[in-house]
């Protein structure tokens, strides 16, 4: 089946450090992949999409590109800062699944001052 | 984006006693909606796909009758969790279908603490 995989946290950095979370799916179809963020207690957050091959979502500084050949989604942002300190989830649905939404573990952000 | 609410935000309640949590889409009609528990520190699994007019799908090894789904509008989908117990404490978060978007838009969540 469907599945999404991304990289283990806690990930730890300075505030204005570059940041890149990995991601990478296996679909059986042609599915459209997210960014979802976390903030503690809260619900998630659609960060940013993609619906189809070198698409490029951005939002709030952060940004991602969907490459078909390399299945993969990787987030990424120039200069984080303290307020971004959350877990972001990568995410895949597809209309062919009834767009059930896969999610990956998770990856948790520590960005200090 | 588009706006979900859920309510309650929190609720704490005793051993054996139903809770009822709402979820709605604020500005669009949302055919489908899905529920969601979370555990501490890990990541979303669906429990059930919520279908206005029609039965919710559970997914494997979700109790459908431990967890009512009912989707009654285009706009509002409930679940109650019957006969709660400790063991039902959790996070629990809806979200509602953009099909024009083919995008899912989440609730805040609904914390609930069986005592």
């Known amino acids: 089946g469907d599945s999404v995989t991304q990289m283990e946290g806690p990930v730890t950095l300075s505030e204005e450090a570059f940041l890149t979370i990995n991601c990478t799916y296996t679909a059986t179809g042609y599915p459209s992949l997210f960014w979802y963020v976390q903030y503690p207690g809260e619900g998630l957050q659609l960060l940013l999409k993609a619906t189809k091959a070198d698409d490029k979502g951005s939002n709030k500084g952060f940004e991602a590109t969907y490459r078909k050949e390399t299945t993969s989604f990787h987030l990424e942002k120039g200069s984080v800062q303290v307020s971004d300190s959350a877990v972001y989830f990568c995410?895949?649905?597809?209309?062919?699944?009834?767009?059930?939404?896969?999610f990956g573990a998770g990856t948790r952000l520590f960005v200090k001052a | 984006g588009a706006v979900v609410s859920q309510h309650p935000s929190r609720v704490i309640c005793k051993s054996g006693t139903s809770v009822k949590i709402e979820c709605r889409s604020l500005d669009f009609q949302a055919t489908t909606m899905f529920w969601y528990r979370q555990f501490p520190k890990q990541s979303l699994m669906l429990m059930a796909t919520s279908n206005e007019g029609s039965k919710a799908t559970y997914e494997q090894g979700v109790e459908k009758d431990k967890f009512l789904i009912n989707h009654a509008s285009l706009t509002l989908s409930t679940l109650t969790v019957t006969s709660a117990h400790p063991e039902d404490s959790s996070f629990y978060i809806c979200s509602a279908l953009d099909r024009d978007e083919e995008t899912q838009y989440f609730g805040p969540g609904t914390r609930l603490l069986v005592l």
């Open positions: 995410a895949l649905s597809d209309r062919g699944g009834g767009f059930k939404t896969i």
